[in-house]
């Protein structure tokens, strides 16, 4: 049960008094004329008045969250606060009336929602304030706010309850209202270069798009099974194939697999699918977006994120897959090219080392375990084994090379991005050769896509497409090290809801 608490069940008290006084704890039809923010600006100009008695003649209507409430007998200074700014607001008797002031005395408290008439003015200790003529209850609060929430180390309670660490904390408010605008301008710098953006299913007759395990669902119309999407990219290209020469989707994106700091299993993604372009075009694109952003944000160059500063002043570094494995991640040569040197290398490492992989996604986890953590600044790794890449475009020069990369940033991978293997034919034995590599342990690889194979077969242009990961980009711009920081209500085991006393 909720709302059993004895501060709980006193409010509810006071709303049922407010209610036989014939004032509605939860009116409708209220309006507001503007918000703390621009009062604030509206009326600055009285910090400069030269007069003794420091006001504005006009009177109009804020409202907010009451934060903090101080009475002293016959008058009370409180604070409230809405969705960007706060302010200090003093009412009386002589300024409210004998009767309301008697009544919000009384039944007024720390969390419900007011709207305030009044006019603004300093204090005799110069503090910019709202002299209240009318007060109106907008929504009582019947649980009480933490007393001690701000800076909290239980942050389960603040994910679980995104809605109270918003109220305590306006800082987090603040990230995710940023997180929008991230959102905006992406879409904006996309629209503006000539791209469409477009919706694809959410729910997949076939899970694709991307090596991961699906969600599972069932249409019980159609009796049949449909999997939440991976990614929409088999999609976005058949638009491409229709004649679509520039689209993009900024949507969710649903994966069944484990949770930690950079993963949660329903996120945020953006694709976009450019005809007549290559993967170096891509580059320079991702560049000029991450410039953009910054600018927009008001970012500098070089952002510092944990314990990194990375410069973004510089071109983006451009590395070879397999020198990354060489150069960065110390791996000898001779191992790199070897499946049993690299499985034994893992194995004195203490990596999980699974035989029945083959030499790429052997390289794959070489790329894991020793390079990855160490691409700090931007970091374009080029041209991956073809085995992990299977809807990539081969390399005309080396067959067993995909015309892809990825871009790393921190540490974390945060875009990936290829020449898009147009060839119907060699599309439908990657396919194939999927299927051999789920039977040989690998779970998360493609499902054959018979119809994407056969919209291939109609002719798709020369095509280059990229995917970016919306939450560890805002992460990064945010200096956010769980993605749990920058997703409203990120995914939790579930509890047993309890209601204590606070």
């Not at 604030?40 to 969250?65: H, L, P």
């Not at 790199?336 to 030499?359: G, M, S, T």
């Not at 898009?420 to 599309?427: G, R, S, T, V, Y």
């Amino acid at each position: 049960m909720i709302f059993e608490t004895e501060q709980e069940q006193n409010r509810i008290a006071k709303a049922a008094e407010l209610r036989e006084a014939g004032v509605s704890p939860y009116p409708h039809f209220l309006k507001k004329e503007m918000s703390i923010r621009e009062f604030k600006s509206k009326f600055d100009y009285i910090r400069n008045m030269d007069t003794e008695e420091k006001k504005a003649d006009e009177e109009v209507v804020i409202s907010g969250r009451l934060k903090l409430k101080r009475v002293a007998g016959k008058s009370t200074f409180a604070n409230i606060e809405d969705e960007n700014d706060n302010i200090q607001i003093y009412y009386s008797q002589g300024s409210i009336g004998e009767e309301d002031y008697a009544k919000f005395k009384k039944n007024l408290e720390v969390g419900d929602i007011i709207l305030v008439k009044g006019y603004a003015f300093l204090t005799k200790t110069g503090e910019f304030s709202i002299h209240a003529s009318h007060i109106t209850l907008a929504a009582k609060a019947i649980s009480p706010l933490p007393e001690k929430f701000h800076g909290l180390t239980d942050k389960e309670m603040r994910y679980r309850q995104r809605y109270l660490d918003m109220i305590m904390n306006p800082e987090v408010r603040g990230d995710f209202i940023k997180r929008s605008l991230i959102i905006s301008n992406i879409r904006k710098f996309f629209e503006e270069r000539g791209f469409l953006e477009v919706e694809t299913p959410m729910m997949h007759p076939i899970a694709g798009g991307a090596n991961a395990k699906p969600f599972v669902t069932h249409h019980n119309a159609l009796d049949v099974d449909r999997y939440l999407k991976i990614a929409p990219e088999l999609y976005l290209k058949r638009l491409v194939v229709g004649g679509m020469e520039a689209v993009f989707e900024i949507n969710r994106c649903f994966r069944n697999e484990g949770m930690d700091l950079t993963h949660n299993p329903e996120f945020t993604s953006i694709e976009f699918y450019w005809a007549w372009h290559d993967y170096f075009d891509l580059m320079d694109l991702t560049e000029e977006l991450f410039r953009t952003l910054l600018s927009n944000l008001k970012l500098p160059s070089n952002l510092k994120y944990d314990e990194y500063e990375i410069d973004f002043g510089k071109p983006f570094a451009r590395v070879k897959y397999l020198d990354a494995l060489t150069q960065i991640g110390g791996i000898p040569l001779d191992v790199v090219n070897d499946k049993e040197k690299i499985l034994a290398k893992l194995r004195e490492d203490k990596f999980e080392a699974n035989e029945k992989l083959d030499l790429g996604h052997l390289q794959s986890e070489l790329f894991d375990n020793y390079v990855e953590e160490k691409l700090i600044n931007p970091t374009f790794i080029m041209d991956f084994p073809i085995s992990i890449s299977p809807l990539a475009r081969r390399s005309d020069e080396n067959p067993d090379i995909a015309e892809r990369f990825e871009l790393y940033i921190a540490g974390k991978e945060i875009a990936n991005a290829f020449n898009e293997l147009n060839d119907p034919i060699d599309q439908y034995g990657r396919f194939k050769a999927q299927i051999d590599a789920k039977n040989a342990g690998d779970d998360e690889a493609h499902e054959m896509d018979e119809d994407y194979c056969v919209a291939l077969g109609y002719g798709m242009p020369p095509t280059a497409g990229w995917g970016l990961g919306v939450d560890r980009l805002v992460m990064l711009l945010l200096g956010k090290k769980s993605i749990r920081d920058v997703i409203l209500f990120p995914a939790m085991k579930p509890i047993k809801f309890e209601n204590k006393e606070n």
